[in-house]
Each structure stands twice: as C-alpha cells, then as structure tokens.
C-alpha cells in the first residue's frame, strides 16, 4: 500500500534550464606558442621514454651477458617465446577471420552505438574487402614479419 501511495505521489523532477554555449574569446584559446611548446614537451617526453626504455634493455642485457647462463637454458626461453608467438599469432588471425565473418554484425553495432553515422552505413559495409586487406598485410609485415616470410619462401637462410 505505502509502496502504490509513494508511486502516486512522485513527481518528475523539474527540468533544468537548458544553458547555451558561450562563444569562445580570444583569451579563452590557447596562443600559437603555448600549443607548440606543448608539442615540444609531448616530444621531449616521449624521446625521454624511449631513452630509458633502450637503458633498461641495455641493462638487462648486460645482466643477462654476465650471469653466466647456460646455452641450453636460452634456447629454452627461445623455444619458449616462438611458441608463444605462435599462439599469438594464431589468435590474431581468428580474430581477423571473426571480422571478416561477422563484418556486418561489427558495423550494426557500431551504428547503434552512433559510431558509424546513417548516411556512412552503405560505404562502410563496402569497406570489408579493404579492412580484411589491411588486416592481412598487418599479419604479413609484424606477427609474421618478412624473416619468416622468406624462410617460407626458400629465399632466406
């Protein structure tokens, strides 16, 4: 009963008023120089990253070199890590021919999330051939990598 009586007696809640957007002052943006220095620092940054990414492998590299490993133990973590690239490898091409199949039920379901625009959706349906080309030439040139393609192909050692 208390349940129904409060069902009954609830309101909407009142709506706000809608706020327009202010227009953008001169001000308010930021200067050509300050959008380049934040570039420059981004850069900066990002070279600071890869150096200290190449001094920690070139640590543990030299770590590696002195700790007098044996070779049977390397060709291990070797045998190891194909394996493992292997299976990564297996994975990302079920995952290209899940795109391939199921392309269609990819491209509805970005357009119910507004992702794909409805005067978009012909073309993008058309797109498979191209994202599946795209996709192999991927798994071409980095899972695989041109080594192995040779090697395949008789032509490398």
């Not at 009954?8 to 120089?33: N, V």
């Not at 150096?51 to 045998?79: E, F, G, M, Y």
Request: glycine share 6%.
């Amino acid at each position: 009963m208390s349940l129904e009586r409060n069902m009954t007696q609830h309101t909407p809640p009142p709506e706000s008023p809608k706020s327009e957007r202010t227009p953008l002052r001169a001000d308010s943006t930021k200067s050509r120089a300050q959008q380049a220095r934040g570039i420059g620092r981004l850069v900066l940054r990002l070279a600071l990253l890869v150096l200290i990414c190449v001094l920690v492998a070139a640590l543990l590299a030299s770590l590696a070199a002195r700790s007098q490993v044996s070779q049977q133990t390397l060709q291990d973590w070797l045998q190891l890590a194909a394996s493992i690239k292997r299976w990564g490898l297996f994975v990302q091409c079920l995952a290209l021919a899940a795109i391939g199949i199921w392309w269609q039920r990819i491209v509805a379901w970005g357009h119910a999330r507004n992702i794909v625009k409805s005067h978009e959706l012909a073309r993008v349906l058309r797109l498979r051939p191209a994202v599946l080309a795209l996709g192999v030439a991927y798994l071409l040139l980095v899972p695989i990598g041109p080594t192995t393609l040779w090697r395949y192909l008789g032509l490398g050692g």
